[in-house]
């Protein structure tokens, strides 16, 4: 079996979008645990009302879980909040894609 390492930065670009929200929470909760005091976890949604959701899901059969920030923010319910120094929301340009950037205590 192989450890997975403690690590400074933890980045999930493209995996939350398929994530029910208790399977995303849980998820987000074990990644936490491989983030060094003072490192951060950063993730990534489609958010709801992406522009552009109704030709991928029609014509792409791409079907994603949308979350808005708070939705995304509801995923870190599996990380104790003593251990949450800051937790930030962030939008792309379009407003497409939401991050959730946390940094531990």
């Known amino acids: 079996m192989t450890s997975i390492p403690i690590v400074t930065w933890s980045i999930s670009l493209g995996l ?10 849980r998820v987000m909760g074990a990644l ?11 993730v990534a949604n489609f958010a709801t009302g992406t522009p552009g959701a109704g030709y991928m899901e029609m014509f792409m059969d791409w079907w994603l879980t949308y979350r808005s920030e ?3 923010e509801g995923c870190v319910s ?3 909040a003593g251990e949450i120094e800051s937790a ?13 950037m946390l940094t531990r205590r």
């Not at 930030?88 to 959730?100: E, F, I, N, R, T």
């Open 88 to 100: 930030q929301s962030l939008s792309d340009p379009g407003k497409a894609v939401h991050y959730l």
């Open 78 to 80: 599996d990380i104790p």
């Open 70 to 72: 708070a939705d995304l």
């Open 16 to 25: 939350f979008d398929y994530l029910s929200g208790p399977v995303a929470a």
């Open 32 to 42: 936490w645990k491989h983030v060094t005091p003072g490192g951060r976890l950063i």
